[in-house]
Nanobody, 127 residues
Framework: VQLVESGGGSNSVQAGGSLRLSCAGS????????MGWFRQAPGKEREGVAV???????KYADSVKGRFTISKDSAKNILYLQMDSLKAEDAGTYIC?????????????????????WGRGTQVTVS
């Protein structure tokens, strides 16, 4: 099983700009699992950004609500994160993860401890 993120990289995005991240999975059936995006900035803890459950219901951190959109293509096993109106504080390593259930509340869904498998991340720089 493997999760591989893409869409970030060495190029920075200007504040106010947009970026779309992808997470391709092998060994998973995205339609059955809870999938999430997390981010980690240097010196900070990993934080949940957005999750989407097996039925397509999405939950977001307050800091990104209205600016980020999580989606998935279950046929292709690809998870997306569309990031608009980017801010400097959105910078960090974005990592996708999967688990069996997102839980009930948003706090549960965004908690990193419930996730089983993780990708290696893709860097997002906002200038």
């Amino acid at each position: 099983v493997q999760l591989v993120e893409s869409g970030g990289g060495s190029n920075s995005v200007q504040a106010g700009g947009s970026l779309r991240l992808s997470c391709a999975g092998s060994g998973y059936t995205y339609s059955r699992y809870c999938m999430g995006w997390f981010r980690q900035a240097p010196g900070k803890e990993r934080e949940g950004v957005a999750v989407i459950d097996s039925d397509g219901l999405a939950k977001y951190a307050d800091s990104v609500k209205g600016r980020f959109t999580i989606s998935k293509d279950s046929a292709k096993n690809i998870l997306y994160l569309q990031m608009d109106s980017l801010k400097a504080e959105d910078a960090g390593t974005y990592i996708c993860a999967t688990t069996g259930s997102c839980g009930v509340t948003t706090d549960q869904a965004l908690g990193a401890g419930r996730y089983w498998d993780w990708g290696r991340g893709t860097q997002v720089t906002v200038s």
